[in-house]
C-alpha cells in the first residue's frame, strides 16, 4: 500500500524552529519529486515547497523562502522539511504529496501534522 | 500567480442528487487542472487530473470537464460517502495553486 506518514509536529514559540518528516512506503521513493502543502486552522489549501527526486532541484513559496529548507534521504525514504524562524501565520496541518510525474499534480497525500506557533 | 475561484463556496444536497461545482482560472491553464477531495481530519485524495481523466479506483460518479479557464466537477449521484469538501488544483504554472474550496453538506 501506498503510504505517506508525517511526524514531527508540535507546539514552538514564535522564531523557534521545527523540523518536519514524511515516511513514504508502498512505493519507489527515489523516483519521485515531493511536495508539502499547507492547511491553516478552517483555511484552505497552501502549496509550501517541492523537491525532485534526488535532491538536487528544490523551490519554495513566497510566504516561507530564505525560512524553511526541504531535503529528502532517499537511503531511508523520508521526506524533511527545516522550519525556522516561524511566526503564528505558520500555524497549520502539514501535508506531504507525491507527484507521480514531476508536473505537480500531487497523487498521494499524508494525513498530516499539525504545528502551532503560539507564546 | 494563477488565482483559482470555486463556486460556490458551499452546497447542501441530498443524496441521489446530481451537483456540479465550478473552477474558474485568472488565465488560461490548458488541462492542467486536478480535482482533490478532503473530509475532516484527513489528507486530500486526488480524484481527478488533466481536468477529465479518472484517477484508479475512484468511482465513475465522479467526472470532470473543461479546458483553459473553466473547468467542472460533476457526480451523477450523491453518495453518503461524498459529503466533503473539494478542491481544484492548477499544476500548468509555478507555484501550485488551489481553490478556495467547495463545501458539499448534507440537506
Known amino acids: 500500500e501506498v503510504q505517506l506518514v508525517e511526524s514531527g509536529g508540535g507546539l514552538v514559540q514564535p522564531g523557534g524552529s521545527l523540523r518536519l518528516s514524511c515516511a513514504a512506503s508502498g512505493f519507489t521513493f527515489s523516483n519521485y519529486w515531493m511536495h508539502w502543502v499547507r492547511q491553516a486552522p478552517g483555511k484552505g489549501l497552501e502549496w509550501v515547497s517541492r523537491?525532485?527526486?534526488?535532491?538536487?532541484?528544490?523551490s519554495y513559496a513566497e510566504s516561507v523562502k530564505g525560512r524553511f529548507t526541504i531535503s529528502r534521504d532517499n537511503a531511508k525514504n523520508t521526506l524533511f522539511l527545516q522550519m525556522n524562524s516561524l511566526s503564528d501565520e505558520d500555524t497549520a496541518v502539514y501535508f506531504c504529496a507525491r507527484d507521480p510525474s514531476s508536473s505537480d499534480c500531487l497523487d498521494v497525500w499524508g494525513k498530516g501534522t499539525t504545528v502551532t506557533v503560539s507564546s | 500567480a494563477i488565482q483559482l475561484t470555486q463556486s460556490p463556496s458551499s452546497l447542501s444536497a441530498s443524496v441521489g442528487d446530481r451537483v456540479t461545482i465550478t473552477c474558474r482560472a485568472s488565465?488560461?491553464?490548458?488541462?492542467?487542472l486536478a480535482w482533490h477531495q478532503q473530509k475532516p481530519g484527513k489528507g486530500p485524495k486526488l480524484l481527478i487530473y488533466d481536468a477529465s481523466i479518472l484517477e484508479s479506483e475512484v468511482p465513475s460518479r465522479f467526472s470532470g470537464s473543461g479546458s483553459g479557464t473553466d473547468f467542472t466537477l460533476t457526480i451523477s449521484s450523491l453518495q453518503p460517502e461524498d459529503f466533503a469538501t473539494y478542491y481544484c488544483q492548477q499544476f500548468h504554472s509555478s507555484p501550485i495553486t488551489f481553490g478556495q474550496g467547495t463545501r458539499l453538506e448534507i440537506k
Open positions: 523537491i525532485n527526486s534526488d535532491g538536487s532541484y528544490t
Open positions: 488565465q488560461g491553464i490548458r488541462r492542467g
